[in-house]
Every structure is written in C-alpha cells, then in structure tokens.
C-alpha cells in the first residue's frame, strides 16, 4: 500500500496541469470497481446534446482491446473489441464522438484539436491530474463501504482524504443504503451530495421484441450481470415481484465464452424458468451466440437529483 500511495501522490503532486479551450467535466470514482460513473457519463452527455452542444467522451475502454480508436455511432459498433462501456454509449449515444486509448492526457488534446468539441466529458477522470477541470465529480456506491486503505490492502484509489479534490459527490444507490457511514465521511469535506438510484425502463431482447415489466410478476427469472454491482441488478429485478430469480454474478467487464451462456441456459431450464434477465451492458457480449430467443436486456434508467444539474449549469455552458 505505501509503494501504491507513494506513486499515486508523487504523479499527483508532479503533474503539470493544462487548461483547454473548452469546458472539461470528470465523472470519476475513488474505489475500484464500478459505481455508475459511465452512467452519468451518459446522462451528463444526453443532457449537453439537448441544449444543442458538441460533446466527446474520453474513456479508456475497459474492458475490450485498449488500442486508441475514435468515432461515433455505427463506425464504434462495427468493432467488437472496444470494450462494453464504449458500445453502450456509442449505442445510446450515436451523435457523440467517443475517444478511447490508454492515455487520457493525450486523449483530451487529441478531442480538442481534432474534433473541436463544446465540452468534452472524461470518462474515470478523477485520476487524470494534468487537466484543468471545469468540474470534478466523485460518483460513489452507497451501498459499498470504501474503507480507510489504498491499493493493494483496500480498494481505494487514492487516499480518500483526497475526495477534497471534487466538486461535489453523487451518492448512488441511495435507495439501498443502510448502516452505512459513507455520509458522515463526505460531508467534512463541505461538498454538496446528490443523490441517484436506478429504475426499469424497456425490457427487449436483441431481435426488439419487447416485453413490459409488469410480465416479469410472478414468473422465474434468471438474472446475470457482469457489472462492478450485480445485486445492486438483481434487486431491481426483485422490484418486479417475480416467483423467484436465480440470481448469477460475474466479474465487471466479465468476457463470455459460449460455455457460461450454456451454463446460463442450462440454469433456464433446470429451473423451468420464464425468462433470462441481463444488463445492457452486458448484452453486446453476447449478441453473436445461438439460441438467445429467450435472453432479455433490462435498460436501467438513472434517476438523479435536478439539483446537480442547476449546479453543474453554474459553470456558465
């Protein structure tokens, strides 16, 4: 942990910053593993193409090959290997560019002078130091106790002393908290928090046949979900009121062999259940297996406070 820390404070400290000719926000995090940063990512970038602006989104592409690619729309869809974060944004998002590679730094001067966006949104950037922000928000699970120790002994980041950094926070899962301390800890730092948590939107499988929510009540359901919370998934599928749901985690950003999906459907008819649940995020893994007629994606929608929006509106776009 202090080899870690040491590094992350030295790059910190060392870190010459540069200010841009366009607004920059940070949708970032400070634990590992997922707490819907990508999320408001797309919420934030829905948000800014309404009001008629250019937005580029920066993201390292986790979980596909991490060579540097841009585009927009269909150009990002034709390339399965860009990961499944980048495919569910190129995907609800086809009219923003998206700028994936390894450095971030070079990712965001590359966004400004090639693409000459309005605001460029970076992806798990609370961690890129070398950039002037116009915002820095800290998106945290609510339900996940941080911890006080760094990598590789804990699962913060950085020391979490360095939340000071921020703007303010969004607290998501607000709707499953319980005994967490989370909040006392946040709120030394005199940063405004904004609340989130998830509802069902639509229910389709990959042929656009839909199915409405209120069909899931009483039925089995297999539930998976590769995503850095999968209960968090599994819960909103309890929402529903089905029989019963067999719930299966796997790893964030988990890649799947055909064998996991048959291990899936084996678990389907085992069970003699109705329907097979996953993440958008997860379906793009799986759309080019057999005999997935029964496999269904759930859209999650997010649900933020419209406070954050009157303060992000503050930095003058």
């Given at each position: 942990?202090?080899?870690?820390?040491?590094?992350?404070?030295i790059?910190?400290?060392?870190?010459?910053?540069?200010?841009?000719?366009?607004?920059?926000?940070?949708?970032?995090?400070?634990?590992?593993?997922?707490?819907?940063?990508?999320?408001?990512?797309?919420?934030?970038?829905?948000?800014?193409?309404?009001?008629?602006?250019?937005?580029?989104?920066?993201?390292?592409?986790?979980?596909?090959?991490?060579?540097?690619?841009?585009?927009?729309?269909?150009?990002?869809?034709?390339?399965?290997?860009?990961?499944?974060?980048?495919?569910?944004?190129?995907?609800?998002?086809?009219?923003?560019?998206?700028?994936?590679?390894?450095?971030?730094?070079?990712?965001?001067?590359?966004?400004?002078?090639?693409?000459?966006?309005?605001?460029?949104?970076?992806?798990?950037?609370?961690?890129?130091?070398?950039?002037?922000?116009?915002?820095?928000?800290v998106?945290?699970?609510?339900?996940?106790?941080?911890?006080?120790?760094?990598?590789?002994?804990?699962?913060?980041?950085?020391?979490?002393?360095?939340?000071?950094?921020?703007?303010?926070?969004?607290?998501?899962?607000?709707?499953?908290?319980?005994?967490?301390?989370?909040?006392?800890?946040?709120?030394?730092?005199?940063?405004?928090?904004?609340?989130?948590?998830?509802?069902?939107?639509e229910?389709?499988?990959?042929?656009?046949?839909?199915?409405?929510?209120?069909?899931?009540?009483?039925?089995?359901?297999?539930?998976f979900?590769?995503?850095?919370?999968?209960?968090?998934?599994?819960?909103?599928?309890?929402?529903?009121?089905?029989?019963?749901?067999?719930?299966?985690?796997?790893?964030?950003?988990?890649?799947?062999?055909?064998?996991?999906?048959?291990?899936?459907?084996?678990?389907?008819?085992?069970?003699?259940?109705?329907f097979?649940?996953?993440?958008?995020?997860?379906?793009?893994?799986?759309?080019?297996?057999?005999?997935?007629?029964?496999?269904?994606?759930?859209?999650?929608?997010?649900?933020?406070?419209e406070?954050?929006?009157?303060?992000?509106?503050?930095?003058?776009?």
């Amino acid at each position: 942990s202090l080899i870690y820390l040491g590094i992350v404070e030295i790059k910190r400290i060392v870190s010459k910053k540069f200010k841009l000719s366009c607004h920059v926000i940070s949708v970032g995090n400070i634990t590992m593993g997922g707490t819907g940063k990508t999320t408001v990512v797309k919420f934030l970038a829905e948000r800014f193409l309404s009001l008629g602006k250019k937005v580029a989104i920066i993201t390292s592409g986790i979980g596909g090959d991490r060579s540097f690619i841009y585009g927009k729309g269909e150009d990002l869809r034709k390339n399965k290997d860009v990961g499944d974060e980048v495919l569910l944004l190129s995907n609800n998002l086809p009219h923003v560019y998206i700028v994936k590679g390894k450095n971030k730094l070079k990712l965001v001067h590359f966004a400004e002078k090639e693409i000459s966006p309005d605001i460029i949104i970076i992806d798990d950037g609370f961690h890129c130091y070398g950039i002037e922000k116009s915002l820095d928000i800290v998106v945290i699970d609510g339900t996940r106790k941080p911890g006080k120790l760094v990598l590789p002994s804990g699962i913060l980041r950085e020391p979490f002393k360095n939340l000071k950094r921020a703007d303010f926070f969004i607290l998501n899962h607000a709707n499953l908290m319980e005994n967490n301390d989370i909040e006392k800890r946040l709120e030394k730092f005199k940063k405004k928090i904004f609340y989130m948590w998830y509802r069902i939107g639509e229910i389709k499988n990959l042929n656009g046949k839909r199915i409405s929510p209120s069909e899931i009540k009483g039925k089995r359901v297999v539930a998976f979900a590769g995503i850095g919370n999968p209960f968090s998934f599994f819960s909103l599928i309890l929402k529903l009121k089905p029989e019963i749901v067999y719930g299966i985690p796997f790893p964030d950003h988990f890649k799947y062999k055909y064998r996991d999906y048959k291990e899936i459907k084996k678990i389907f008819f085992t069970t003699s259940s109705h329907f097979i649940l996953t993440t958008e995020k997860d379906i793009y893994k799986l759309e080019n297996f057999q005999d997935i007629e029964n496999l269904y994606f759930v859209k999650i929608e997010p649900v933020i406070d419209e406070r954050m929006w009157e303060e992000i509106s503050k930095i003058g776009l």
